[in-house]
Structures are given as C-alpha cells and as structure tokens.
T-cell receptor
Framework: GENVEQHPSTLSVQEGDSAVIKCTYS??????FPWYKQELGKGPQLIID?????GEKKDQRIAVTLNKTAKHFSLHITETQPEDSAVYFC???????????FGKGTSLLVTP | NAGVTQTPKFRVLKTGQSMTLLCAQD?????MYWYRQDPGMGLRLIHY???????AKGEVPDGYNVSRLKKQNFLLGLESAAPSQTSVYFC????????FGQGTRLTVV
C-alpha cells in the first residue's frame, strides 16, 4: 500500500521566516495531495491541496509544490506568524477516498 | 451548519467497560471514517463506511465495532475497553476531501 513519509517531525522558526515541510510517497498512481493544519484541541483542517496535473499551487502565504518524478511534495509557509504554530499533516490518495494515507505530522512552532 | 460533530468530547473509562462514540454530519456525505491519533503515529484508520448500511475495516480495526444505520451518523463502539485504546478519536466525512470532527479524547484506566 501507499506509504507517506513526512519530515521533519518538529520545526521551530522565528516569526517572519519561512517554513518548509516535505513529504514523500511510494505509489506513483497517487494523484491527490492535501495538507492539513491541526491546532491544539481541534481536528485537522484542510489548508491547501494539489492534484497531479499541477506542479505548484499558492494561496496567500502558503504554497505546495509537487515533483511527480521524484514522488515528493512540499508545503511552504512564508512570513510565518505565531498563529501558524500547529501540527501539519500531509496526505496522498489515488482516487480512493478511504485510501487517504497520512504522514505522521510535523509540529511547527513559530516564536515571536 | 454544524459540519461534523462528535460526542462526547472527553471520556474516562475503566478497563473492560464499553462505550459508543457518535459522529454526526449534516453535509450529506456518503463516506464516513473513524481514525485514532496517537503521539508519533499520525492518523490511523479504524473503520470506514461508504454509505448507509455499509462498514469496512481500516488499518487498526481490532477491538472496535461500527455501525451506519443512518446516513448522517457513524457510531464507533468499544465493547471491552483496554488501556491500549487510550487515544484521541477523530471522525471524518467526505470523499477525496476530508472534513474532521473536533475529536474525542478517551482515557482507559
């Protein structure tokens, strides 16, 4: 089955710096790659996603890049703010809703 | 529009006790899922349902049962709770996209 590896497991950055989280996947048939943000005491929430026919997608300070050849995708957060502090999860899927495979998460801390 | 609602939010059980977690959604989604989240393990799929009256096993189904008698509700049952089932449980709905509930923190002592 699909295996999604996520790195790093923890990341600490200064406010205003950029943060990058990387995920690799094993199944070349995967074609949907969402990212979720989980704040303390809450459920994960979708923040951005990308499909395999696109190489990059941006939404304000957040961007996701996809390299299908290398089978990895990354989340980029620019101009980080303390409210970006949370756990971030990547996931990969290949048109099978129940086969949305999650990475183990990255705990991001943005210090003022 | 409440989205995905889980009850209860917190629960402490003694080993051997039983309980049912309820997930209710008002988005008319066919697919519903139960995950558990443990430190360093990410989200692991317990059971899922592709529609009313259907259920299927996920990655870690042992010790849990589920039912989907109504489209809007997905119940997760623990017949005889064990300390290893101490976890945070999340309900999810949606097909490829995922909408999560707020979670249920369960402690089994």
């Amino acid at each position: 089955g699909e295996n999604v590896e996520q790195h790093p497991s923890t990341l600490s950055v200064q406010e205003g710096d950029s943060a990058v989280i990387k995920c690799t996947y094993s199944d070349s048939a995967s074609n949907y790659f969402p990212w979720y943000k989980q704040e303390l005491g809450k459920g994960p929430q979708l923040i951005i996603d990308i499909r395999s026919n696109v190489g990059e997608k941006k939404d304000q300070r957040i961007a996701v890049t996809l390299n299908k050849t290398a089978k990895h995708f990354s989340l980029h957060i620019t101009e980080t703010q303390p409210e970006d502090s949370a756990v971030y999860f990547c996931a990969a899927s290949k048109n099978s809703p129940y086969a949305l495979n999650f990475g183990k998460g990255t705990s991001l801390l943005v210090t003022p | 529009n409440a989205g995905v609602t889980q009850t209860p939010k917190f629960r402490v059980l003694k080993t051997g006790q039983s309980m049912t977690l309820l997930c209710a959604q008002d988005m008319n989604h066919e697919y519903m899922y139960w995950y558990r989240q443990d430190p360093g393990m990410g989200l692991r799929l317990i059971h899922y349902s592709v529609g009313e009256g259907t259920t299927a096993k996920g990655e870690v189904p042992d010790g849990y049962n589920v039912s989907r008698l109504k489209k809007q509700n997905f119940l997760l049952g623990l017949e005889s709770a064990a300390p290893s089932q101490t976890s945070v449980y999340f309900c999810r709905t949606g097909n490829t996209e995922a909408f999560f509930g707020q979670g249920t923190r369960l402690t089994v002592v």
